[in-house]
Each structure stands twice: as structure tokens, then as C-alpha cells.
């Protein structure tokens, strides 16, 4: 099958196409195979291609073959799915060790790190979400905020905030977008009730603090900002990363939880099914072949577009 690979840690020309042997179900009792149709390109792709994650990956090293999105059909039967299901969700590769990612032509899997994907949700739009959705739906939950509680989100513009603010705001929370300026318009259709644009610090704090005088009940932080803007969180209240490359250290009782995006096949059913009626958006900023990988690191390093970048398979 067709792969591309980290042939070494460094920039986008170490992705390389190759070939390897399909995988085997029979080397992996209760995995199930899925021809790839879609992968998407996350952040954390080309920060582990680039070697600033190396010391996370352990005994891992190049060649291994990236990606964590995926979107397909189910080769073999899995419990609830049949083969020929249309199904999408995201291999926890680095965690598994296995150096075996998505950018490839197909899959082995354990099923309860997939979803069935409905007829309105194309493979492009399916790949852009498993990751970004749970991360944003799994931070939610770490922050168990109660409804109504006023919760900022930064980021808002980029993958994991859109979904942060339209999953807040559908959870009855009053949601202050840290954004773009350009996206204003598209964020409150999203359902945040004020934007704030992106800046310094201090504006932000002074732009937050105009929607919520008496400050804010959560932060997720998807741009990572991290401790300057502990000072817009109420005594008390959570602060979420949406990573743990940048830990706030806690103050005020604010309580510091990190959120690791899991798989979690039943919540990813609940988000496709939203995206398939409409109301979970999703934003793909560029399809292109999986032979173009390295073109679609290029892209996303350069912000090229706002949203997920696609490699079609």
C-alpha cells in the first residue's frame, strides 16, 4: 500500500512517499481494517515531523508514518458496523507505538475508535473532525462548568475553538470567542455572544472583561496563551489547555486540567451526527492527494487558510 513517511525529524521535504505491506488482521486479534478515503493534517503532525515532540515518542523514532484523522470504509465486520460502512475516527498512534498513522491507504483499528459516518457528512469533512470535536467536547467535560456559566474560548478561529464555542454554546454556556477580527461575523453565527480580537495580553483581558465584568467562570485556551490570561478567570474557576505544551500555574483556587483527546466512539456518533444535521460546522481549508503531504505542511505552517487541512487517498 501507499504510505508517506518521517523519513527523519526535520522540515516538510523529510515526508517521503513509500511502500509498505497492507497490515494483517490476523497480527492484531480484534483489530478491523479500513481503506482510507481521507486524513486529515493536525497541528500536532507537524510538530512531531519536526522533532519537538521526539522526546514524547520514546523508543519511536523515523521512519513512521503520521496522522491521526482518518476517514474510510470498514473492510471487516466490527460489532454494530458491518463491512462497506462509511466510518471516520482518530488512531491514537503515538500512544499505541506503533508509528502507524493515517497517511496511508489503509488502516487496522480497534473498533471502539470508530464512528459510521451519515450520508449528508463527506469523507473530506468527516476526516477534518474526529480529533479537534473530541478534544473540544472532552475539555467541556473536564471543565463541567454548569449551564449558563460564561466560558472564553481562545483560538476560536482555528479547528478545535470553532468547535469549542458551537459545543459550548449548544451546551447553554454564554461563550466569549477569542478570535480573528475577520471572523467575527461567522463566530457569533457559531454562537458566541461576544468576540474579542486577538492581541496583547492586557487587550484581551480589557476585551473580555467588557462582555463579562465580573470575569469569566472557564477558560479553554486552544491558542495556548496560558498564564496571562488567568487574570480574566473568576476565583474559583477552570482553565483548560488544550494541550499540555503550555500549563497555566494555578492561582485563586482556579483549578488547571489538561485535556488529552481520546477516542470515544459513541460521543464521535453524537458529533457526526451533528455535522450530518447541520449543526456542528466544520471548516476544510484544503484537499489535496496524500502524495502532497509535504505541500500540506508547507500550508499549514503558513496558515496558508484558516481550517483543516485534507490529504484525499
Given at each position: 500500500?501507499?504510505?508517506?513517511?518521517?523519513?527523519?525529524?526535520?522540515?516538510?521535504?523529510?515526508?517521503?512517499?513509500?511502500?509498505?505491506?497492507?497490515?494483517?488482521?490476523?497480527?492484531?486479534?480484534?483489530?478491523?481494517?479500513?481503506?482510507?478515503?481521507?486524513?486529515?493534517?493536525?497541528?500536532?503532525?507537524?510538530?512531531?515531523?519536526?522533532?519537538?515532540?521526539?522526546?514524547?515518542?520514546?523508543?519511536?523514532?523515523?521512519?513512521?508514518?503520521?496522522?491521526?484523522?482518518?476517514?474510510?470504509?470498514?473492510?471487516?465486520?466490527?460489532?454494530?458496523?458491518?463491512?462497506?460502512?462509511?466510518?471516520?475516527?482518530?488512531?491514537?498512534?503515538?500512544?499505541?507505538?506503533?508509528?502507524?498513522?493515517?497517511?496511508?491507504?489503509?488502516?487496522?483499528?480497534?473498533?471502539?475508535?470508530?464512528?459510521?459516518?451519515?450520508?449528508?457528512?463527506?469523507?473530506?469533512?468527516?476526516?477534518?473532525?474526529?480529533?479537534?470535536?473530541?478534544?473540544?467536547?472532552?475539555?467541556?467535560?473536564?471543565?463541567?462548568?454548569?449551564?449558563?456559566?460564561?466560558?472564553?474560548?481562545?483560538?476560536?478561529?482555528?479547528?478545535?475553538?470553532?468547535?469549542?464555542?458551537?459545543?459550548?454554546?449548544?451546551?447553554?454556556?454564554?461563550?466569549?470567542?477569542?478570535?480573528?477580527?475577520?471572523?467575527?461575523?461567522?463566530?457569533?453565527?457559531?454562537?458566541?455572544?461576544?468576540?474579542?480580537?486577538?492581541?496583547?495580553?492586557?487587550?484581551?483581558?480589557?476585551?473580555?472583561?467588557?462582555?463579562?465584568?465580573?470575569?469569566?467562570?472557564?477558560?479553554?485556551?486552544?491558542?495556548?496563551?496560558?498564564?496571562?490570561?488567568?487574570?480574566?478567570?473568576?476565583?474559583?474557576?477552570?482553565?483548560?489547555?488544550?494541550?499540555?505544551?503550555?500549563m497555566p500555574v494555578a492561582e485563586r483556587d482556579v483549578r488547571v486540567e489538561m485535556v488529552v483527546g481520546r477516542p470515544d466512539a459513541a460521543r464521535l456518533k453524537e458529533l457526526l451526527e451533528l455535522a450530518g444535521?447541520?449543526?456542528?460546522?466544520?471548516?476544510?481549508?484544503?484537499?489535496?492527494?496524500?502524495?502532497?503531504?509535504?505541500e500540506a505542511h508547507r500550508r499549514a505552517e503558513a496558515g496558508h487558510r484558516p481550517g483543516r487541512i485534507v490529504l484525499m487517498i
Amino acid at each position: 500500500m501507499r504510505v508517506v513517511e518521517v523519513t527523519a525529524y526535520g522540515g516538510p521535504e523529510v515526508l517521503c512517499s513509500a511502500r509498505r505491506p497492507e497490515p494483517d488482521p490476523a497480527d492484531a486479534p480484534g483489530r478491523v481494517r479500513v481503506r482510507l478515503k481521507a486524513a486529515g493534517v493536525n497541528q500536532a503532525d507537524l510538530k512531531i515531523r519536526s522533532g519537538r515532540f521526539a522526546a514524547l515518542l520514546g523508543e519511536l523514532a523515523p521512519p513512521f508514518v503520521l496522522g491521526y484523522d482518518f476517514a474510510g470504509t470498514l473492510l471487516d465486520p466490527a460489532p454494530g458496523l458491518p463491512v462497506g460502512t462509511r466510518v471516520a475516527g482518530f488512531i491514537p498512534w503515538v500512544r499505541e507505538g506503533t508509528g502507524q498513522g493515517t497517511y496511508a491507504e489503509l488502516v487496522l483499528v480497534d473498533p471502539g475508535w470508530l464512528a459510521p459516518v451519515p450520508d449528508e457528512v463527506d469523507f473530506t469533512a468527516a476526516a477534518s473532525l474526529p480529533l479537534s470535536a473530541l478534544t473540544a467536547a472532552q475539555a467541556l467535560d473536564l471543565m463541567a462548568l454548569p449551564e449558563g456559566s460564561t466560558l472564553l474560548v481562545t483560538g476560536a478561529s482555528g479547528v478545535v475553538g470553532r468547535f469549542a464555542v458551537q459545543l459550548a454554546a449548544r451546551a447553554g454556556h454564554r461563550v466569549i470567542a477569542l478570535g480573528d477580527a475577520d471572523d467575527a461575523n461567522e463566530l457569533r453565527l457559531l454562537g458566541a455572544h461576544g468576540v474579542v480580537p486577538r492581541g496583547a495580553p492586557e487587550d484581551v483581558i480589557t476585551g473580555v472583561l467588557g462582555f463579562a465584568p465580573e470575569r469569566v467562570d472557564g477558560v479553554f485556551d486552544a491558542a495556548l496563551i496560558s498564564d496571562p490570561l488567568l487574570p480574566a478567570v473568576k476565583d474559583g474557576g477552570v482553565f483548560v489547555p488544550a494541550s499540555g505544551e503550555r500549563m497555566p500555574v494555578a492561582e485563586r483556587d482556579v483549578r488547571v486540567e489538561m485535556v488529552v483527546g481520546r477516542p470515544d466512539a459513541a460521543r464521535l456518533k453524537e458529533l457526526l451526527e451533528l455535522a450530518g444535521a447541520g449543526a456542528l460546522a466544520t471548516r476544510v481549508a484544503d484537499v489535496l492527494p496524500l502524495e502532497s503531504a509535504a505541500e500540506a505542511h508547507r500550508r499549514a505552517e503558513a496558515g496558508h487558510r484558516p481550517g483543516r487541512i485534507v490529504l484525499m487517498i
